[in-house]
């Protein structure tokens, strides 16, 4: 395998990018023509962000699974494709290789078929990080059901809600999860989710920790059995087929929800062709990725991470990618440590706040550890600070592995700003560079574009908040189910552009700072979280008549969720309200919304026509207590005191 489109020096790069920008459909059609197309596009590319309209490869004809596996059976059947590192050291580590994939996923594929999906159906997979959990979300792709991937943390009433939203028929799941000293009973959380769901027909149980499960007549099956049928229907005097369905390049792949800063997650949609081809090049161009790599992505497949760089991308790639079913802190904090030197890790891709966490450990867990084989580190979904940085570049990179810093989101299938491993310049805290296809632009609240401004230290920096003007491959096209929402999120706070949320720098070479999100959405561990859903659940807590969810600063987490609430229910004890409301919150969303601190407050700082004034409500959160800006046109001046008074 070898990737003409591969980036190697900074010249190239200038002249890549370019090339991007000034012919963007012969740019992309190059790149596209690296894959197996049963049929080639039409056009390459059509759009406008007026409705928005975006189509990539139209009129192409694909399937990604021949893609990512059966192009590369003629010469790499026996390379490894996934290698598996079990939650528990100790158990056996699972080698899959690109022979044995392409069984897995030729079964998977037959086995759904077997249960009566089609073309199209949703399949929503619930599952933990095991090799069967990729199976699942391939064996989709290759018969054309979308996949919706729904995180472990999550809970039964946030399943029930994503699964009426797809309108989902099917559920791959199971019984329960290995994450540390924890088993979290997945099935049985499924069940509960599907307390009055009236759509969902089938439920195939992968058995993982074989904890108790209800299995209901007719509805629960088990993954095992159904595979082992498949396997005789795939498999004919060892040759394995199971054809490929072929498909647009513009059907839609998978559904992935995610939060805003409205209430309801929404439902991202990435179709084939474009998410193919960006993941693809993003992959292979920010990490540098060489055949026979091992790329380990430490992200679970329930977030867009673990979709771009632990299956789409580095399979499409022919890549070796290390899945990783545990925790970094499990059973101890060397474990990530462990599995690089075990398995000799050429690429680790990791979170900020993952980093900090581990470097709270000291040295002591390092010890003994052989880095060398790293080339390369990379760590994406939050900003990452500067000690941070410095840690992970001297402890564990040894100053030797170049740290991409690579900014993107769920809506972006794939990497936008990042500086390319080895090849353009890294700069603590900085993602850098755009990759080539990208033009982000920084505007201020009217949508005009902010202009310089030289700061104390003199340099020219430009602040404002973070859009992008023209699709790339990898852009969601809508949000399932409701196109509306889509345009109203992404495209119409500045007409013309595509709005991340997300404040930024900008120096005079052109490189991106990330400063944060600048909508009422939080970043907890790297995880996308709304305030306003946080705030809805608090309020469906008996008592409760009001809250506002803020974040601040959080040594590891990055940002920590803190919740002031107005409860007059009876049997109040602020310690035991507490953790009933977090019991709350758990139930609503998941164990990875609850409120680091929750603050009981009389009334909250509102503006006369009821509006309530967050900035300084985070202001006090952040601990300034002092320069809290005007508060003349509060309704009430009198609750900012109490608040400071009471701050936690
Ligand atoms: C943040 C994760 C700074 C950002 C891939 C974005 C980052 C949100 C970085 C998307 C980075 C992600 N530097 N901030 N390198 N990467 N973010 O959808 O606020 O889970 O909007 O996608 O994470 O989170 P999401």
Not at 281 to 288: I, M
Not at 368 to 374: A, G, I, V
Not at 376 to 381: E, N
Not at 624 to 632: I, K, M, R, V
Request: a negative charge; proline letters at 5%; charged letters at 25%.
């Amino acid at each position: 395998m070898h990737y003409p489109y591969q980036i190697t020096s900074i010249e190239q790069y200038q002249k890549e990018y370019q090339r991007s920008i000034n012919n963007p459909e012969e740019f992309w059609g190059e790149v596209a023509q690296n894959f197996v197309w049963r049929k080639k596009w039409d056009s390459v590319l059509n759009w406008n962000f007026k409705e928005p309209k975006i189509e990539w490869f139209k009129g192409g004809k694909l399937n990604i699974t021949e893609n990512c596996i059966d192009r590369f059976l003629p010469t790499m059947a026996d390379k490894p494709a996934i290698i598996w590192e079990p939650n528990n050291p100790e158990d056996r580590v699972r080698v899959v290789t690109y022979a044995r994939l392409h069984k897995r996923v030729c079964q998977v594929a037959q086995m759904l078929k077997n249960n009566g999906v089609k073309k199209g159906d949703r399949v929503c997979i619930y599952m933990g990080m095991v090799p069967e959990l990729a199976y699942a979300v391939l064996g989709c792709a290759r018969i054309g059901a979308i996949h919706s991937v729904i995180f472990g943390g999550f809970s039964a009433q946030s399943i029930a809600d994503r699964l009426e939203d797809a309108k989902a028929e099917f559920i791959i799941t199971c019984d329960g999860a290995f994450r540390g000293n924890k088993d979290i009973p997945l099935k049985s959380i499924i069940d509960d989710a599907l307390i009055g769901n009236k759509l969902v027909k089938k439920v195939i149980v992968y058995t993982r920790t074989r904890t108790p499960v209800s299995m209901i007549k007719g509805r629960d099956i088990w993954w095992e059995d159904e595979m082992e049928y498949a396997e005789t229907q795939v498999e004919k005097d060892g040759v394995v087929h199971f054809p490929a369905e072929e498909m647009d390049a513009e059907d839609p792949l998978f559904i992935l929800y995610t939060s805003g800063s409205t209430g309801k997650p929404k439902g991202v949609v990435h179709t084939i062709g474009g998410y193919m081809v960006w993941t693809n090049y993003t992959f292979v161009n920010a990490f540098q990725y060489k055949p026979g790599d091992l790329h380990f992505c430490t992200a679970d497949i329930g977030w867009i991470t673990g979709h771009s760089y632990i299956v789409y991308g580095p399979l499409s790639a022919g890549g070796t990618s290390l899945m990783f079913e545990g925790v970094p802190t499990w059973p101890d904090a060397g474990r990530f440590w462990d599995i690089v030197d075990k398995h000799k890790v050429n690429i680790l891709y990791t979170a900020p706040t993952a980093i900090r966490s581990l470097m709270g450990f000291g040295l002591e867990p390092l010890q003994n550890k052989n880095l060398n084989s790293l080339t390369t580190l990379g760590t994406v979904g939050e900003p990452i600070n500067e000690e941070a940085w410095h840690w992970y570049n001297e402890n564990i990179g040894k100053k030797k592995s170049p740290i991409v810093d690579t900014w993107w989101q769920t809506e972006t299938g794939g990497v936008l700003i990042s500086n390319l491993a080895g090849v353009t310049p890294a700069i603590p805290s900085w993602a850098s560079l755009p990759m080539p296809g990208v033009q982000p632009v920084l505007v201020d609240e009217n949508g005009q574009e902010c202009l310089p401004v030289i700061n104390e230290a003199g340099a020219s920096i430009t602040s404002g908040n973070l859009c992008i003007k023209a699709p790339w491959p990898g852009i969601l096209r809508t949000t399932w189910g409701d196109h509306e929402r889509c345009r109203t999120n992404y495209f119409a706070t500045y007409e013309n552009l595509y709005f991340t949320g997300d404040g930024a720098l900008k120096d005079d070479k052109g490189n991106y700072r990330i400063t944060g999100r600048v909508d009422d959405v939080l970043n907890v561990s790297g995880h996308r979280i709304g305030t306003a859903e946080v705030e809805n659940a608090i309020n469906m807590h008996s008592g409760v008549i009001e809250s506002a969810v803020v974040g601040y600063p959080h040594d590891v987490k990055g940002q920590g969720i803190y919740a002031y609430v107005i409860f007059e229910g009876k049997h109040f004890e602020a310690e035991l309200t507490s953790k009933d409301i977090l019991q709350t919150v758990s139930r609503i969303i998941g164990p990875i919304a609850k409120p680091d601190k929750i603050q009981f407050v009389k009334g909250l700082p509102k503006t006369r026509s009821g509006k309530i004034m967050r900035r300084i409500l985070r202001k006090i959160a952040e601990g300034e207590t002092a320069n809290l800006g005007d508060t003349s046109t509060l309704l009430d001046p009198g609750v900012v005191d109490e608040i400071k008074a009471g701050k936690l």
